[in-house]
């Protein structure tokens, strides 16, 4: 029988192979974020003002919505191919399991969010050494917590009719704070000021993320194999 490590890191080393077996399904949130943020300047106008006065704001819903977008599948293969039920039956804690499961999740589609917006939002005219060092910064203490929420909701909604809906419709009520101080902190580092107090919320609700929603993932997951 395997040590909890060991478990762990076969989860993420299963994770990895998945990857590298569809790598197209790792890259669709980049892809969908390009897309949905080039579409702005043809719908509101080519005014540069604007489009800077509005990046933060778009820039992060965009990217709300290109990391939710992937939850659906998050617990999708596991439930299908048995991978619960030898999680249930190894004895592992499952809120580690859990946890490992959404690390790996924002690896691949949480990550590459945090290094593509950037660019993005120079496309958009906002220039600011500071703005992107904290559009940076809040992408990377938010997009983890969307990870962790989406592995609750992904994990109630196993079994469901319509779980790709269903997870989406929990998720998103529950990000609403992430993408609020997430966008408030850009603007605010893009008005002079220094968007700490936002970050420091972000953080904030990162760490009551991590203590909580690896619980409720793993026993959402131990309900839907019983």
């Known amino acids: 029988m395997s040590t909890t490590p060991e478990a762990l890191r076969a989860v993420a080393t299963r994770e990895l192979r998945l990857w590298m077996r569809r790598p197209w399904q790792a890259g669709l949130p980049v892809v969908f974020l390009v897309v949905a943020v080039s579409l702005f300047p043809l719908g509101l106008g080519p005014d540069p003002q604007v489009l800077r006065h509005l990046a933060p704001g778009l820039v992060w819903v965009c990217a709300l919505l290109a990391s939710v977008l992937s939850l659906p599948r998050l617990y999708e293969q596991d439930h ?35 290094l593509v917006a950037p660019l993005l939002v120079l ?32 994990a109630l909604a196993l079994g469901a009719r319509q779980p790709g809906m269903l997870t989406l419709l929990m998720v998103l009520p529950l990000a ?10 850009v603007d605010a580092a893009a008005q002079g ?4 107090a936002h970050l ?6 990162l760490l009551l993320a991590l203590a909580g929603a690896p619980w409720g993932t793993g026993a959402a997951l131990r309900l839907a194999t019983e």
């Open 80 to 114: 299908a191919d048995g991978t619960l039920e030898q999680w249930a039956h190894s004895g592992h804690p499952w809120a580690a399991l859990a946890l490992t499961k959404a690390a790996m999740h924002w690896l691949a589609h949480g990550l590459p969010l945090v």
């Open 123 to 154: 496309s958009l005219g906002m220039q600011e050494p500071a703005a992107l060092l904290v559009l940076v910064g809040s992408l990377a203490l938010g997009t983890p917590v969307l990870s962790l929420l989406g592995g609750v909701g992904a």
């Open 176 to 185: 609403v704070p992430t993408l609020v101080f997430g966008s408030a902190a």
């Open 193 to 196: 000021g220094s968007g700490r």
């Open 200 to 205: 420091s919320l972000l953080g904030a609700f």
